[in-house]
């Protein structure tokens, strides 16, 4: 007896980039994201903008993730989108159209939390990946949130930590600003890094208590330094950019891996996963590499493509809460402000 694919459909569309994925049985079929380019002019996200071009692209987006999957979409089983958190211009969008969809099918909508589904993108099905088991740890970095998440099962998370203040990747955007680099500058900071020395410049670490993070002393530690120098020489930024951003990125990366040694000493779990845009960060991957080979961690770092917004991460979630029948109903809403335990 052969038991029936099951095919779902996740819609992401919680900030700045419009995506559609088709997964089948937790594999990934299609994950095709459009990139809003307007935004970097502007150095940062525009709300209103970010919504208008996820009206234009929403169609052909998902269109195109159906067609590449091989399906119809008579052949799919459920719509999953994103609820929030977000911008609530952007999370309208998407959560309009799965409702239209789920409607015209005639099939299940499922509501997700973006923030979780960073987290459960780790379910994907791929060759030679093993899943975390639980309960394990993630640090979940993203250009919105820093958290360190325990995860007892695919629908409970408890935050342990989080940032009093800036996220990290504001830290790394903010950062790449003051240096004038275009938004988003943390892949800009990484790429420069990686021909820098991390140990050139040194900036002052913040004291936050426990398991907490705070990176607003940070930005202004490094602009302060950076217009000390510009006095001192003009051409300061352009004479050390790739130092610069090494020991920038360095900093950061040791502020998260000291609260993640906190973090498996209080709680005693070793299985840690990192979650979210800013896990794309080639230090923070060797780091957690080099954590498994030292200190016995055993280490979960997603792959490239599921690291920043994208919808099979989406579709995952859709079909892990479609295997319980935890269904929305129709009139669900958009929730701009919404916690990962939500
Ligand atoms: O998860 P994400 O795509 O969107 C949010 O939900 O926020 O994360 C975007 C953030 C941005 O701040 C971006 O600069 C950062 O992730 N990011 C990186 C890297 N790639 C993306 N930061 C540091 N190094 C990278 N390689
Ligand atoms: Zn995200």
Same mark, same amino acid.
């Given at each position: 007896?052969?038991?029936? $694919? ?13 995506? *559609? ?183 002052? $670490? ?39 951003? *090494? ?45 498994? $080979? ?33 269904? *929305?109903?129709?009139?669900?809403? *958009? ?8």
């Amino acid at each position: 007896m052969t038991t029936k $694919k099951i095919y779902i459909l996740g819609i992401e569309s919680s900030c700045d980039d419009t995506s *559609a994925s088709v997964i089948c049985d937790g594999i990934v079929l299609s994950n095709i994201i459009a990139n809003q380019e307007i935004h970097a002019k502007y150095g940062g996200v525009v709300p209103e903008l970010a919504s208008r071009a996820h009206q234009q692209h929403i169609v052909p987006v998902v269109h195109q993730a159906i067609k590449q999957a091989g399906i119809t979409k008579e052949d799919l089983h459920a719509i999953s989108f994103t609820k929030g958190p977000g911008l609530m211009g952007s999370l309208l969008v998407g959560t309009s159209f799965a409702k239209s969809l789920a409607l015209g099918l005639d099939i299940p909508l499922i509501d997700v939390n973006h923030m979780q589904a960073h987290i459960l993108a780790h379910f994907i099905e791929e060759k030679d990946t093993d899943f975390p088991p639980f309960p394990f740890v993630c640090l979940t970095i993203s250009g919105g949130h820093t958290q360190i998440v325990k995860v007892s099962d695919h629908f409970t998370f408890e935050v342990l930590g989080e940032t009093i203040d800036d996220a990290v990747g504001e830290a790394f955007d903010k950062s790449a600003k003051i240096l004038g680099l275009p938004y988003p500058g943390g892949p800009l900071v990484d790429k420069y890094a990686q021909q820098g020395d991390p140990k050139k410049f040194s900036f002052t $670490k913040p004291k936050v208590g426990d398991l907490d993070f705070s990176f607003s002393g940070l930005k202004t530690g490094i602009l302060y330094f950076i217009q000390k120098k510009l006095k001192e020489n003009p051409a300061f930024i352009e004479e050390n950019l790739f130092d610069i951003c *090494a020991s920038i990125q360095h900093t950061i990366v040791e502020i998260l891996m000291e609260k993640l040694k906190n973090t498996v000493t209080q709680t005693g779990i070793k299985h840690i996963a990192i979650a979210g845009g800013v896990s794309a960060n080639s230090e923070i991957r060797k780091r957690l590499q080099l954590a498994q $080979k030292h200190w016995g961690w055993t280490t979960y770092i997603p792959k490239f493509e599921y690291t920043t917004d994208n919808a099979a991460m989406i579709a995952i979630t859709g079909y892990l809460k479609y295997k319980v029948e935890k269904y *929305a109903d129709i009139s669900v809403k *958009a929730v701009a402000r919404l916690k990962v335990s939500e």
